[in-house]
């Protein structure tokens, strides 16, 4: 079995009394379901949240570059002109 599977299901066990359904209305199983797809869900969206920062990391950097890269070529016009 594997190592998060085995996590899981002590995650699972170690939960408060109070947290449980009513056993009549939902299974067991159902209720570790959809606790593991909670927990799958938080991990993909701090992921996203990741990615979001690094692409405005990039897009930060992309935008710098062509910002110094026209200021580079506005210089060489003035320098041109100015001679």
Do not use: C, Y
Request: proline share 5%; charged share 25%.
């Amino acid at each position: 079995m594997p190592e998060e599977t085995i996590k899981e299901i002590a995650a699972t066990s170690e939960q408060s009394p109070g947290s449980m359904p009513p056993r009549g209305l939902v299974s067991q199983e159902f209720f570790f379901l959809l606790q593991r797809i909670d927990r799958l869900d938080e991990k993909l969206s701090a992921r996203m949240d990741k990615m979001d920062d690094k692409l405005n990391n990039i897009r930060l950097w992309a935008i710098s570059t062509v910002v110094a890269i026209l200021v580079g070529f506005i210089g060489v016009i003035a320098t041109l002109i100015n001679h």
